[in-house]
């Protein structure tokens, strides 16, 4: 039986979908924990939610490969539904963490009182600390010197909270705060600084960009608790950061003992996607997480392979022939990216139950002109693996926060749209 609150919130949640809309154009993306952290190529939690009403009903384990922010987590944990989490990136980790964390509202409530109080006071003496930032060479490039005295100021007053659940609240209000007052350019994913002429007139309040980004997380903090609180035995969700493309350790997860995977692996490498390592860069390094520079070259298609594999998939090599036809480099880039595809699928149906599903949301993204079936791919592939084809969901793209344009050619000045599709392919373990 689901209790009231959480009743309510999924039934308000269903009136505005219908079982043939995958777009959810209207729907409101940032309720509960989702309000917390910007993410590229979020997976917006009414996907999730919607798989796990369709097919998840009975589950008992979520798994995610590519948890990123957590968001199917967050679905699976206010369905009772328990989860697990791998990713590469760190801030991703730490944001998952936050979202699926049942704070105590008192304790957050009091230090933000707390933390209100000091902000409103300009804190309390300037904090003198030398000024450099590990994981950031050219800390005065992206930062202004009035912002690197306050985000010291803010970091320090952090640092002190003695509850390790508490500070995780405050750290991820500090890194979109670390991001928002920094000399990036606003809406882009990679660091591009601000122009010249934008940045003399960039002055940021910091203590105010923080203090409006953890008033907006307390509340969507307390609707979570809410829900989570209604269980009798809340279900966990466990975050691990580890690399898709190895053996699952038995520790992690052992063979068949997943009902559901819900996931949204990248569309394709860092360096000519979506660069989650670029777009962390900053705030891992303020809030002193492990590497923050080397995350591109770990994560999907990172490492170049050196030759043209044949991957059980024809309507790929056909692409992959094409595309080497008139771009070798560009074939084995292509190449890199799917053989790491392939290795953790593997992994991944290994650890499904008989009769457990996965859902795969996925875009054909283009490369030097040619459109990659990644849709077809993901259902070839898993057939490999003792999965059947159940069924494929289409969706158009309102509300992702992707590149809008980005260079599938990689020639500089040559623009193109990104893909305005999604597909959801649905599969399910014999
Ligand atoms: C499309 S995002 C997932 C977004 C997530 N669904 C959300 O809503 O936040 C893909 C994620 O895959 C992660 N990733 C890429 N390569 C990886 C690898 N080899 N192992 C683990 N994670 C990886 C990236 O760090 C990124 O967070």
Redesign the pocket.
């Known amino acids: 039986m689901l209790a009231e609150a959480q009743l309510a919130f999924l039934q308000k949640h269903e009136k505005s979908t219908n079982l043939d809309d995958w777009t959810f154009r209207k729907a409101k993306t940032r309720e509960l924990t989702h309000c917390y952290h910007d993410?590229?190529?979020?997976?917006i939690p009414q996907i999730a939610g919607k798989l796990f009403d369709l097919f998840g009903r009975e589950s008992g384990i979520l798994f995610?490969?590519?948890?990123?922010?957590?968001?199917?987590l967050v679905e699976a944990n206010i369905r009772g539904i328990n989860s697990i989490g791998?990713?590469?990136?760190p801030l991703?980790r730490l944001i998952a963490r936050a979202k699926t964390t049942p704070f105590c509202i008192e304790d957050v409530g009091n230090l933000i009182t707390q933390f209100n109080r000091v902000a409103l006071g300009d804190m309390l003496s300037k904090i003198k600390e030398p000024q450099e930032i590990y994981g950031i060479t050219n800390l005065l490039f992206w930062f202004k010197p009035e912002v690197i005295q306050s985000l010291l100021t803010i970091r320090s007053f952090i640092k002190e909270i003695k509850n390790d659940t508490t500070q995780l609240f405050f750290q991820i209000a500090f890194s979109e705060t670390v991001r928002e007052s920094s000399n990036t350019r606003n809406g882009e994913f990679k660091l591009y600084r601000y122009s010249k002429e934008k940045l003399e007139k960039f002055s940021p309040d910091v203590y105010g960009i923080m203090v409006e980004k953890l008033q907006r997380n307390f509340k969507g903090a307390k609707q979570y608790k809410a829900i989570i609180d209604n269980f009798k035995s809340p279900p966990f969700a466990k975050i691990y950061g580890?690399?898709?493309?190895e053996n699952i350790p038995h520790e992690i997860l052992s063979p068949k003992s997943v009902d559901i995977v819900v996931?949204?692996?990248?569309y394709g490498d860092s360096r000519t996607t979506?660069a989650?390592g670029q777009y962390s860069r900053l705030s891992a390094a303020w809030l002193e997480l492990e590497e923050p520079a080397q995350?591109d070259r770990?994560?999907?298609g990172g490492s170049r392979s050196t030759k043209i594999s044949k991957f059980p998939s024809e309507a790929l090599n056909e692409k992959i022939e094409e595309i080497r036809l008139s771009n070798e480099k560009r074939a084995l880039e292509v190449v890199s990216f799917y053989d790491?595809l392939y290795a953790?699928m593997k992994n991944v149906a290994k650890v499904i139950k008989p009769r457990g599903y996965s859902c795969y949301v996925v875009g054909n993204r283009k490369v030097a002109g040619i459109v990659l079936p990644t849709n077809i791919v993901i259902r070839d592939f898993f057939e490999c693996f003792g999965m059947e084809y159940i069924e494929t969901f289409i969706r158009s793209i309102p509300n992702k926060r992707m590149p809008s344009k980005n260079s599938p050619s990689n020639k500089k000045g040559k623009l193109e749209n990104t893909m305005t599709k999604e597909y959801i392919v649905v599969m399910q373990k014999k």
Do not use: E, H, Q
């Open positions: 993410y590229p190529a979020r997976m995610d490969p590519y948890c990123g922010t957590g968001t199917s791998t990713d590469l990136n991703a580890f690399n898709s493309g996931t949204s692996p990248p979506v989650y995350i770990n994560l999907m790491d953790s």
